[in-house]
């Protein structure tokens, strides 16, 4: 069976790359990438993309960005 795991990032720039899947510019990337929790995606032992957790208020949990590689798209990784 296959398996989603993540891991807590501390290096945020190491992962641009990723973040540029799903966000257009660095510029708009840098002015939230120092917010909340990001997290790498890891599938099958893999890294595959990240998502990044904000929290606008004590009760909520936004997804500010979460970006798939296109290889491991539509295997559910995202839901």
Do not use: C
Not at 27 to 43: A, M, P, S, T
Not at 58 to 68: G, L, P, Q, S, W
């Amino acid at each position: 069976m296959n398996s989603v795991i993540l891991k807590k990032v501390q290096n945020r720039n190491g992962y641009m790359s990723y973040l540029l899947l799903a966000d257009e510019s660095e510029d708009i990337i840098n002015g939230y990438i120092n917010e909340g929790e990001l997290y790498v995606i890891q599938f099958d032992n893999k890294e595959v993309g990240v998502v990044l957790f904000t929290f606008p208020s004590f009760d909520t949990v936004e997804i500010k960005n979460i970006a798939i590689t296109e290889i491991a798209r539509g295997h559910g990784i995202g839901k």
